[in-house]
């Protein structure tokens, strides 16, 4: 079945770099557009950014545009999401998400368990 | 677009029937998706495109509404349908696949 599995979270302070992956297994990760989705401490999910299946394509939420960069490596079915100038307001369980779809828009099929990110001084 | 479910919180018994609702800012045609949320899970899509379910969500789930208004009932809740439901449309381009803030269903 679908697996994927963030890992690289931690504390770090504001202004700092974090790089997050996801491993994904049990499906063919090139042929499916992936997300990454946060959820601050007690609040709601936020939509962050999409890569395409072939990575030509790249969107971002306006909250991160120009501080976080999504990348993936088909050959070792593997997510990334690079996060720059980190705020304390980055804080929060970062998701990847499989795209239910070749598309970049569509819903989001399969999730993991997420990784912890704090950004605090 | 801005999603906006309501009510926030809703308490209720096992076996009531509930309707949950969310409005987008703008019409999102039928892409539209439920999500629901346990404490310390992700979230698990329920259903897809106003109204298909997802292969193994229970009838009891089910979905309707089109252009702005959407609802997700549940037709008679079970204890382990407490939790928090996400409506997500993923309609707009360039891609900001937005959520809404979400709906508490809890034990009265």
């Known amino acids: 079945q679908v697996r994927l599995v963030e890992s690289g979270g931690g504390v770090v302070k504001p202004g700092k770099s974090l790089r997050l992956s996801c491993a994904a297994s049990?499906?063919?990760?090139?042929?499916?557009?992936m997300h990454w989705v946060r959820q601050a401490p007690g609040k709601g999910l936020e939509w962050l950014a999409v890569?395409?299946?072939?990575?030509?394509?790249?969107y971002y939420a306006d909250s991160v545009k120009g501080r976080f960069t999504v990348s993936r490596d088909n050959f070792r079915n593997t997510l990334f999401l690079q996060m720059n100038s980190l705020r304390i307001e980055d804080s929060g369980v970062y998701y990847c998400a499989k795209g239910m779809t070749v598309m970049v828009i569509t819903t989001f099929d399969d999730w993991g368990q997420g990784t912890e990110l704090t950004v605090s001084s | 677009i801005v999603m906006t479910q309501s009510p926030a919180t809703l308490s209720v018994s096992p076996g009531e029937r509930v309707t949950l609702s969310c409005r987008s800012s703008?019409?999102?045609?039928?892409?539209l998706a439920w999500y629901q949320q346990k404490p310390g899970q992700p979230p698990r899509l329920l259903i897809y495109?106003?109204?298909t379910r997802v292969r193994g969500i229970p009838a009891r789930f089910s979905g309707s509404g089109s252009g702005t208004e959407f609802t997700l009932t549940i037709s008679s809740l079970q204890s382990e349908d407490f939790a928090v439901y996400y409506c997500?449309?993923?309609?707009?381009?360039?891609?900001?696949?937005?959520f809404g803030g979400g709906t508490k269903v809890e034990i009265k």
């Open positions: 890569i395409s299946n072939d990575a030509r394509e790249k």
């Open positions: 997500q449309q993923y309609n707009n381009w360039p891609p900001n696949l937005t």
């Open positions: 049990g499906f063919t990760f090139g042929t499916s557009a």
């Open positions: 703008r019409s999102v045609s039928n892409k």
């Open positions: 495109d106003v109204s």
